[in-house]
């Protein structure tokens, strides 16, 4: 599964835009006063500007797994502790990965996440090829296996192999691109952070070359929000 084009809400347009081109030095594709889209490898990142509170996000993105050192490297960014204190580089041998975490200008928790099932490790990478695209999106929901339900049956969306469902979290898809369903108010990995229904538009194909689909984050939720201003 792929994710295309993600739309997310940002209620500091400005700030978003200089930790996205400048810290992660990522290519705009189009802006106005209300938006701005991003290249991130495979994935089209829009941020659309709102003067409401927005709940944080969770994304992460996949680089090659030999990679993950050379990207905190190269990205000086605000790593959190992960395992263990001073150890920002967190194993997830059930799911054959390594990450590390960081925030991003609104509080929105972002992963670098090295996965060695996918054979995107090349000699001939440079710096700007190290984002191979956005790999999961993070979905509250009041109800996980509601929205479980949701995904496979409206979507196709199939469970992930190496990933077993909980009553607060799961995950479906597979190593491109996972939807990580999270219980409202469960923290996000690592932080104190808890997780908050928010808007997100999602546009995806859950196989090369096949239908492409498009899913806003309230369809999915037993009790939908947003409904209003999505």
């Known amino acids: ?8 809400y940002t209620a500091d347009p400005a700030g978003t835009r200089r930790f996205y081109t400048q810290q992660l030095g990522l290519d705009i594709l189009a802006e106005s006063a209300d ?7 495979w994935t089209r990142l829009t941020f659309r500007a709102v003067t409401i509170p927005v709940a944080p996000y969770h994304f992460a993105i996949n680089v090659p797994a030999g990679t993950l050192e050379v990207c905190m490297h190269c990205y000086q960014l605000d790593y959190l502790d992960t395992q263990a204190v001073n150890q920002t580089i967190a194993d997830f041998p059930n799911w054959n990965a390594r990450a590390c975490y960081f925030y991003d200008n ?20 440079t710096i700007g090829d190290l984002f191979q695209g956005i790999s999961e999106i993070g979905i509250v929901t009041e109800n996980v296996a509601y929205t479980t339900r949701q995904l496979k049956q409206q979507f196709g969306v199939t469970q992930f192999s190496r990933s077993t469902p909980m009553p607060d ?6 190593d491109n691109g996972l939807f990580i369903l999270s219980q409202v108010g469960r923290n996000w990995l690592f932080t104190n952070t808890p997780a908050g229904l928010s808007y997100c538009r999602i546009v995806f194909e859950t196989e090369p070359n096949g239908d492409i689909q498009t899913l806003f984050s309230y369809q999915i939720n037993q009790a939908p929000i947003g409904s209003a201003i999505g």
């Open 106 to 125: 609104n509080g929105n928790l972002l992963e670098f996440i090295g996965r060695n099932e996918l054979l995107l490790d090349n000699p001939n990478l």
């Open 1 to 8: 599964m792929k994710f295309l084009d993600i739309e997310l």
């Open 169 to 174: 979290f799961n995950a479906l898809g597979d």
């Open 35 to 41: 938006y701005i889209t991003l290249q991130l490898g």
